[in-house]
């Protein structure tokens, strides 16, 4: 069966960032300069920890973002020249390696690996009454048929393989680290092999393979147990929590990074032409973001989020499928932050161009008569860069936990997308619930918790390493 390939607003978008930090690479392998403070940043634990779980979540961000909409067979009777139809339904890659977690809906709740649904209900028993009992799952532990006393032994046998496995994938990983290094030192395997143990290389592999055999152990584990059990469990309309968390960091990644995509340009030429330029120039810009910041961040997005939204209902057919519509309020929701978001960066880099202005080589080249844009272009820009690096990885975490809040409040993401935000909005009338339902709210805390430490981590190691007065 065919399939129709799907090129969303924010994937593009997401690409592009990606292309970019490609180009920034190979852009920093040859500069001395920036390789030096690079080395800085892999030499932390903290940084190649962080750096490693950060990696994680891009790629399944980055598989979730290769979407599709698969062709619907042929009609009975149809012509051989019949045109191509596709399903209106788009999907991702994501979607389908967690087509099982995707298409084993249950009933309603279920806790975590549980083969019972996780409350009463009244049936009818065949010789005839009622009884309140515990319903058997559809598909959480069905392989166990009705003998569910073994799905304790079962559980410690996927655990025990699943460790094997992921030890076993780490190892081969650690072998080839190790033969790297020996080649690339020029010495013996024994002597790498003793160097990464002792932490005595100069990036920080040590810390970097001890978190990447977590990263191995825990998804490992996930694909061994989720095609059985409701690892995370089911919300109220029976879908895996497990997929519903992966599927929102895609979405946590599209507030982080496209945000800072939209906010970057605003920041970067108004913060170093207000402090460069000075005069009426500065007074404006000034003003301008000190209006915005006067006004609630809150109730500005809200009315921004609102009015676009007024604008997508108003204009139906400019989305062929639901999942366009929706990442049309998704890019909206990034531009209103990026808008809404860039005064803070504007104000330290106005301070910092206050400062370089005044050094002998800008002067020198002022009274060269090199033009205003060359000096702003060469000497200015490239030493604020720093602040701007650093911002823009210290603002993502920010921007994450912003995602959430808004959708907790109902101005954020549209209500089909997944995101960490409409999952907790959702667990608040579950935590309400007796028995309480808490793995879904659970799930979401662990993920975002994961992502907003590493994020700040790796922002720390980059400040260290970039910020002039560390150095």
């Given at each position: 069966?065919?399939?129709l390939?799907?090129l969303?607003w924010?994937?593009a978008?997401?690409f592009?960032?990606?292309?970019?930090g490609v180009v920034?690479i190979?852009?920093?392998?040859r500069?001395?300069?920036?390789?030096a403070?690079?080395?800085?940043?892999?030499?932390?634990p903290?940084g190649?920890?962080?750096?490693?779980?950060?990696?994680a979540?891009?790629?399944?961000?980055l598989?979730?973002s290769l979407?599709?909409r698969?062709?619907l067979?042929?009609?009975?009777?149809?012509p051989?020249n019949?045109?191509?139809a596709y399903s209106?339904?788009?999907?991702?890659?994501l979607d389908?390696?967690?087509a099982p977690?995707?298409?084993?809906?249950?009933k309603?709740y279920?806790?975590p690996f549980a083969?019972?649904?996780?409350a009463r209900?009244t049936?009818?028993?065949?010789?005839g009454?009622?009884a309140?009992?515990?319903?058997?799952?559809a598909?959480g532990?069905?392989h166990?048929?009705?003998d569910?006393?073994?799905?304790?032994?079962d559980?410690?046998?996927?655990?025990?393989?699943?460790?094997?496995?992921?030890?076993e994938?780490?190892i081969?990983?650690?072998?080839?680290l190790i033969?790297?290094?020996?080649?690339?030192?020029?010495?013996?395997?024994r002597e790498?092999?003793?160097?990464?143990?002792r932490?005595?290389?100069v990036l920080a592999?040590?810390s970097?393979?001890v978190?990447?055999?977590?990263?191995?152990?825990v998804?490992?584990?996930?694909i061994?147990?989720a095609?059985?059990?409701h690892?995370?469990?089911?919300?109220k309309v029976?879908?895996?929590?497990l997929y519903l968390?992966?599927k929102s960091?895609r979405t946590?990644?599209?507030?982080?990074?496209?945000t800072?995509?939209?906010?970057?340009?605003?920041?970067?030429?108004?913060?170093?032409?207000a402090g460069?330029l000075?005069?009426w120039v500065?007074?404006?810009?000034?003003?301008v973001y000190?209006v915005?910041n006067?006004?609630p961040g809150v109730?500005?997005?809200a009315a921004?989020?609102?009015?676009?939204?007024?604008?997508i209902?108003?204009?139906?057919?400019?989305?062929?499928t639901?999942?366009e519509r929706?990442?049309?309020?998704?890019l909206?929701?990034c531009?209103?932050?990026?808008?809404t978001?860039?005064?803070?960066l504007?104000?330290?880099?106005?301070?910092?161009t206050?400062k370089?202005?005044?050094?002998?080589y800008?002067?020198a080249a002022r009274a060269?008569?090199v033009g205003?844009?060359?000096?702003?272009?060469?000497h200015?820009?490239?030493?604020?860069?720093?602040?701007?690096?650093?911002?823009?990885v210290?603002d993502?975490?920010g921007l994450?936990?912003a995602?959430?809040?808004?959708?907790y409040?109902?101005?954020g993401?549209?209500?089909?997308?997944?995101?960490?935000?409409?999952?907790i909005?959702?667990a608040?009338?579950e935590?309400?619930?007796?028995?309480?339902?808490?793995w879904?709210l659970?799930?979401?805390?662990?993920?975002?918790?994961?992502?907003v430490l590493?994020?700040?981590?790796?922002a720390?190691v980059?400040?260290?390493a970039?910020d002039?007065r560390?150095?």
């Amino acid at each position: 069966m065919g399939f129709l390939p799907v090129l969303l607003w924010t994937d593009a978008l997401f690409f592009l960032l990606l292309g970019i930090g490609v180009v920034t690479i190979v852009h920093v392998r040859r500069e001395a300069p920036l390789r030096a403070a690079w080395r800085r940043v892999g030499s932390r634990p903290s940084g190649m920890a962080a750096a490693v779980i950060l990696l994680a979540f891009l790629a399944i961000g980055l598989v979730d973002s290769l979407h599709f909409r698969q062709q619907l067979p042929t009609t009975e009777g149809a012509p051989a020249n019949a045109p191509v139809a596709y399903s209106s339904e788009v999907l991702s890659a994501l979607d389908v390696l967690l087509a099982p977690l995707r298409t084993r809906v249950e009933k309603t709740y279920s806790a975590p690996f549980a083969t019972e649904l996780y409350a009463r209900e009244t049936v009818e028993l065949p010789g005839g009454g009622q009884a309140r009992i515990y319903p058997r799952l559809a598909w959480g532990g069905a392989h166990l048929g009705e003998d569910t006393a073994k799905r304790d032994a079962d559980l410690a046998k996927r655990l025990a393989t699943g460790v094997a496995g992921a030890l076993e994938l780490w190892i081969t990983v650690v072998a080839i680290l190790i033969v790297t290094l020996a080649r690339r030192r020029g010495n013996g395997m024994r002597e790498a092999a003793r160097a990464v143990w002792r932490g005595e290389t100069v990036l920080a592999w040590r810390s970097a393979l001890v978190t990447l055999g977590c990263v191995l152990v825990v998804s490992i584990l996930a694909i061994k147990l989720a095609p059985y059990y409701h690892v995370f469990g089911t919300d109220k309309v029976g879908q895996d929590v497990l997929y519903l968390s992966l599927k929102s960091v895609r979405t946590a990644l599209i507030i982080g990074t496209l945000t800072t995509l939209v906010m970057l340009p605003f920041a970067v030429a108004l913060g170093i032409m207000a402090g460069y330029l000075g005069g009426w120039v500065d007074d404006v810009i000034q003003y301008v973001y000190t209006v915005l910041n006067a006004i609630p961040g809150v109730l500005l997005i809200a009315a921004a989020v609102l009015m676009m939204q007024v604008v997508i209902d108003t204009h139906p057919q400019w989305f062929s499928t639901a999942a366009e519509r929706a990442d049309a309020r998704l890019l909206a929701l990034c531009l209103i932050l990026g808008i809404t978001s860039w005064t803070g960066l504007c104000r330290l880099l106005r301070g910092e161009t206050l400062k370089l202005r005044e050094l002998e080589y800008v002067q020198a080249a002022r009274a060269f008569g090199v033009g205003t844009p060359a000096i702003l272009r060469r000497h200015v820009l490239p030493n604020v860069m720093h602040i701007v690096l650093i911002a823009l990885v210290m603002d993502f975490s920010g921007l994450v936990l912003a995602e959430a809040v808004l959708s907790y409040v109902g101005i954020g993401v549209d209500p089909t997308t997944i995101s960490f935000g409409t999952m907790i909005n959702m667990a608040r009338a579950e935590l309400a619930r007796e028995p309480m339902v808490w793995w879904s709210l659970m799930a979401a805390f662990a993920f975002m918790f994961v992502l907003v430490l590493s994020a700040n981590l790796f922002a720390d190691v980059v400040r260290d390493a970039f910020d002039p007065r560390g150095s």
